[in-house]
Structures are given as C-alpha cells and as structure tokens.
C-alpha cells in the first residue's frame, strides 16, 4: 500500500477488495472501540466474569469444610486472592482486584435481573 501511495497509483483490486470486505463485514466494529468492540470477545469476556464469580462462589460456599482441611481463612479478600491463584493459568484468571471487580459485577446483574446474559455452558 505504501509504494501505491508513493507512486499515486490505485490499490490493486483484489487489496481493494480485501479492505471493503474487512470494513463492510458481519464482524466489523462498526463505530464500536476497545476489547468488546465484537459479539465474540463480549461473550467471552462474560464467561470470564461468570467463571470468576462461581469459583469465589463456591469457596465462599465451601470456607467452612475448607478452614478445616487445608486452613482456608474464610474472609473475602481470602476468597479473591485463592481464585485468582486456582484460576492462574485459565481463561479467568486475574488479579484478586480484577476477581473481585467481576464478582461484584455478576452479582448486580443477578440481581437486576440480567444475570442471563452470562450464561455459561459447558459444551
């Protein structure tokens, strides 16, 4: 492209094709910025946020039988930071703040009623 633009000579039309397939298709961010621009990444940023909250979830859950067998302390800030350390490595994996801030986030979808959107399968 920059040598047709050196020589002010058009595209060829298979790279001009290219382009306007790009920029006119399904998957075009049209007018959307950043990370969620597409269906694709929305829809896996929100399992990331679901499997975050149900691994702090279940060790919230579990902080009882868990105090006992391997001496979990069954606080909050104990809970973001062991799912941030059994989630290391994963699609959710995260900092203890950024576990936090998605579990806060499904909860308030959950409880506006919006909690659908995450759904999460398993197939």
Known sequence: MKECHKRRQPLPG???EGIVGLLSGPDSLRGKRGRLARAKTA??????????????DE???????LAEVVGY?????????NASEELRGGLGRGTP???KASYLLVNRLFKSGKG???YHSTE
């Open 59 to 65: 060790l919230r859950d579990r902080r009882e039988e």
């Open 14 to 16: 298979w790279l001009n």
């Open 97 to 99: 703040d950024a576990i």
């Open 73 to 81: 302390k069954p606080t909050w800030e104990a809970a973001f930071q």
């Open 43 to 56: 829809a896996e940023q929100n399992r990331i946020h679901y499997e975050r909250w149900a691994t702090v």
């Open 116 to 118: 659908a959107r995450l």
